[in-house]
Antibody, heavy 117, light 108 residues
Framework: EVQLVQSGAEVKKPGESLKISCKGS????????IGWIRQMPGKGLEWMGI????????TYNPSFQGHVTISADKSISTAYLQWSSLKASDTAMYYC??????????WGQGTLVTVSS | SYVLTQPPSVSVAPGKTARVTCGGN??????VHWYQQKPGQAPMLVIY???DRPSGIPERFSGSNSGNTATLTISRVEAGDEADYYC???????????FGTGTKVTVL
């Protein structure tokens, strides 16, 4: 059974750093692209970027490039989304999802990030 | 960048048919994928490549795509279908994934 399990909810202050994770199981993690999707409170889905764990090839949505970093460690079947300096506007639910062709078939349960002073 | 526009809300009585539209420039030339998101849950794929259903998705869910509009159709609507629905395409011009604005389906 394909599963994506994300790390738990985080509460951070503006300016702090953060790295959240997404661990895949039940399939060859290296062989499928993993995307990250943001959902701000009460809002829609926004694609942030995507990584191929096999060689760490990464593409970013220009709206997020420079503010987040996507990475992966195929040896432990885990993808990451990180910030070096959080803003209050980063408060959102973040989902990882496995890409199949050009859609997202399997999703993680989401990680809620709250940034507040 | 490519934009997908959905109506904010659709209301439907139980047992009737709900239609959720997704508008985009020449969207008929692209593959459209649909996700259902119930409150407090992660999105779930319900239709891929315009009209294909993943295993486990009821036949009541169907899709079509032509011209500038793609449509998700939910037949014989049930209370459990109440959710937000998002369309999604891959924009080959930018190599980016684009989600629609989302539609809240309310079962009356």
């Amino acid at each position: 059974e394909v599963q994506l399990v994300q790390s738990g909810a985080e509460v951070k202050k503006p300016g702090e750093s953060l790295k959240i994770s997404c661990k895949g199981s039940g399939y060859s993690f290296s062989s499928y692209w993993i995307g990250w999707i943001r959902q701000m409170p009460g809002k829609g889905l926004e694609w942030m970027g995507i990584i191929y764990p096999g060689d760490s090839d990464t593409t970013y949505n220009p709206s997020f490039q420079g503010h987040v970093t996507i990475s992966a460690d195929k040896s432990i079947s885990t993808a990451y989304l990180q910030w070096s300096s959080l803003k209050a506007s980063d408060t959102a639910m973040y989902y990882c999802a496995r890409r199949d062709r050009v859609f997202f078939e399997y999703w993680g349960q989401g990680t809620l990030v709250t940034v507040s002073s | 960048s490519y934009v997908l526009t959905q109506p904010p809300s659709v209301s439907v009585a139980p047992g009737k048919t709900a239609r959720v539209t997704c508008g985009g420039n020449n969207i008929g030339s692209k593959g459209v994928h649909w996700y259902q998101q119930k409150p407090g849950q992660a999105p779930m794929l319900v239709i891929y490549y315009d009209s294909d259903r993943p295993s486990g998705i009821p036949e009541r869910f169907s899709g079509s795509n032509s011209g500038n509009t793609a449509t998700l159709t939910i037949s014989r609507v049930e209370a459990g279908d109440e959710a937000d629905y998002y369309c999604q395409v891959w924009d080959n011009n930018s190599a980016h994934y684009v989600f629609g604005t989302g539609t809240k389906v309310t079962v009356l």
